[in-house]
T-cell receptor
């Protein structure tokens, strides 16, 4: 079974631009979560989607948004990019909507650099 | 809010030596705890998870962790380090009720293995 895939793997943008990242979960997985990883702040939860609905959201500004499609694929969008948005963005999928014991499987990430 | 503390941002061991990576959690209810490993330029890979079924949890690649409620700890160990174990390790706890999938990560411990 194929793992979580994320596209693109690398992106370079300039301040003020917007960017869209894509995540395809493991087949059959209905929950997709997004995380931001930076050297200063570590791994931080952005949001989670299940059945096309945002179920949980982290403490990020409204410039960060996401959505999920009927096939469980998810996209996240960052508008008006700032230098501090440079990070590795990780997507994780799981079988169900959570419950604690549900394992999240991570993709390889998208490395975003904002110049 | 739940939190995770990893003691030691860098740990260095000799090949064949014991690996001990420390993790303490704060939680008012029995938590779900995870250890993930990240190799350079890759996403996170699940090593093991604690879901209250057993206090000693065995994972992949010879790693195991013991849940100690009295010490609020979930330390990761491996009897004999291998060069391929060099990576960054993250302890994480599930936050939230209602089946949400928000992982709260520790700051990470970078493990170096030298000959």
């Amino acid at each position: 079974k194929a793992g979580v895939t994320q596209t693109p793997r690398y992106l370079i943008k300039t301040r003020g631009q917007q960017v869209t990242l894509s995540c395809s979960p493991i087949s059959g997985h209905r929950s997709v979560s997004w995380y931001q990883q930076t050297p200063g702040q570590g791994l931080q939860f952005l949001f989670e989607y299940f059945s096309e609905t945002q179920r949980n959201k982290g403490n990020f500004p409204g410039r960060f948004s996401g959505r999920q499609f009927s096939n469980s694929r998810s996209e996240m969008n960052v508008s008006t990019l700032e230098l501090g948005d440079s990070a590795l963005y990780l997507c994780a999928s799981s079988l169900a909507a959570g419950g604690g014991a549900d394992t999240q499987y991570f993709g390889p990430g998208t490395r975003l650099t904002v110049l | 809010a739940q939190s995770v503390t990893q003691l030691g941002s860098h740990v260095s061991v000799s090949e064949g030596a014991l690996v001990l990576l420390r993790c303490n959690y704060s939680s008012s209810v029995p938590p779900y705890l995870f250890w993930y490993v990240q190799y350079p330029n890759q996403g996170l890979q699940l090593l093991l998870k604690y879901t209250s079924a057993a206090t000693l949890v065995k994972g992949i690649n010879g790693f195991e962790a013991e849940f100690k409620k009295s010490e609020t700890s979930f330390h990761l160990t491996k009897p004999s380090a291998h060069m391929s174990d060099a990576a960054e390790y993250f302890c994480a706890v599930i936050e939230g009720s209602g089946g949400y999938n928000k992982l709260i990560f520790g700051a990470g411990t970078r493990l170096a293995v030298h000959p």
